[in-house]
């Protein structure tokens, strides 16, 4: 593969679950992660709201988001919410 | 009447603090112990283990929690559980502790890590390389540890309180090429062949939240990203239990 080719969705998006699995920032492995049409869109349920822009923050590095080559970062990540007083499960 | 609360992968950081702690402020009123199915940490390290007892000081019941994935990734474990179980929570490791409620009855929580390997049909064999060997018999100790912990309870109810998945069922909306990763069929065998009126885990974020063992026992992924709140409550009738199956597995009622 030429370096001047742009790298192919399959091994991008390996690579930005490979780099949130191992950045200190991140060390997230249940992000769901899309290629295509230049952007990178994020999806699922993190544990804080810092977790979600830090993960935000890793991927657009990883992917120049900044520049005009780069890939476009949609972050739709949700974060947990710590609500409580959902419904008994009665085991008979 | 017994009722206990069960959450898991709560992956407390260091920006956690202050983040769960409202979610628990009424679990000491609805519940008699709180069950944590791994997970508990982001990165397993000590300090996080302290913001974790910080979230949980509010609660007045007893904590019982097994580790997860994440609470090994610094090879801290052993400091992690040091640090939870100087704050007052009941670290399980293919060990037991038994909850005794108000009204006398007596829980008995089996717990224990797990690991993956696969279901039946698409899973791992202990073959070939080393470290795939090694792999598989992982999940074959944290089985066996898993069987004779709930086999020695005495109690009125037993749980088996996992990280891992026994079941493919509570695994559906998770990625099938990735199921191996996310549990191993050993665990059901456990806990089937030991018997348990319910088996709890984590792990699984996209998947699902009820199934049950080919031998019957309910099974519920209880990850915080699956069950949407801070916790689930279970409630057992007064009746003994003796460990049986139902004969159809989703029988229990919601209301």
């Known amino acids: ?92 | 009447m017994t009722r206990i609360a069960a959450v898991g992968d709560i992956h407390v950081g260091p920006d956690s603090a202050g983040k769960l702690a409202p979610g628990f402020r009424h679990l000491s009123e609805r519940a008699d112990a709180l069950l944590i199915a791994g997970d508990l940490t982001r990165r397993g390290t000590p300090h996080e283990g302290e913001i974790l007892l910080g979230e949980l000081a509010g609660v007045d019941v007893p904590i019982i929690a097994v580790l997860g994935n994440h609470d090994v990734e610094s090879d801290r474990q052993d400091e992690l559980v040091a640090v939870l179980e100087e704050g007052g929570v009941t670290m399980l490791d293919g060990t037991t502790t038994v909850v005794t409620c108000a009204d006398g009855g007596s829980v008995g929580v089996a717990g224990v890590k797990g690991f993956g390997g696969g279901f039946a049909g698409a899973c791992g064999t202990a073959f070939g390389e080393r470290v795939m060997k090694e792999f598989v018999r992982e999940t074959e100790r944290e089985a066996a540890k898993l069987k004779d912990a709930l086999t020695s309870l005495e109690t009125d109810h037993r749980i088996a309180l996992l990280h891992f998945s026994p079941i493919e069922a509570t695994l559906a909306g998770e990625r099938l090429e990735i199921f191996p990763f996310l549990g191993s069929y050993l665990l059901a065998e456990a806990v089937d062949t030991a018997g348990a009126d319910l088996a709890l885990h984590g792990h699984a974020h996209h998947g699902s939240e009820r199934g049950v063992t080919p031998g019957g026992t309910r099974v519920r992924n209880v990850a915080q990203p699956v069950i949407g709140e801070s916790y689930r409550v279970y409630e057992f009738a007064a009746a003994r239990s003796n460990g049986a199956a139902p004969a159809t597995g989703e029988v229990a009622a919601v209301h």
Do not use: K
């Not at chain 1, 390996?14 to 992000?31: K, M, N, S, W, Y």
């Not at chain 1, 979600?52 to 120049?64: F, N, P, Q, S, T």
């Not at chain 1, 900044?66 to 609500?83: K, S, T, Y």
């Open chain 1, 1 to 92: 593969m030429s370096p001047d080719r742009p790298i192919p969705p399959e091994y991008l998006i390996t690579h930005i679950q490979q780099a949130l699995g191992q950045d200190p920032r991140a060390r997230e492995l249940g992000v769901d992660v899309a290629v295509a049409g230049g952007r990178v869109v994020l999806t699922g349920t993190v544990a804080t709201s810092a977790q979600r822009l830090a993960i935000g923050e890793v991927v657009c590095e990883l992917v120049d988001c900044e520049a005009p080559e780069g890939h476009e970062v949609v972050n739709e990540l949700a974060v947990v919410e710590a609500r409580e007083g959902g419904p008994v499960e009665e085991l008979a």
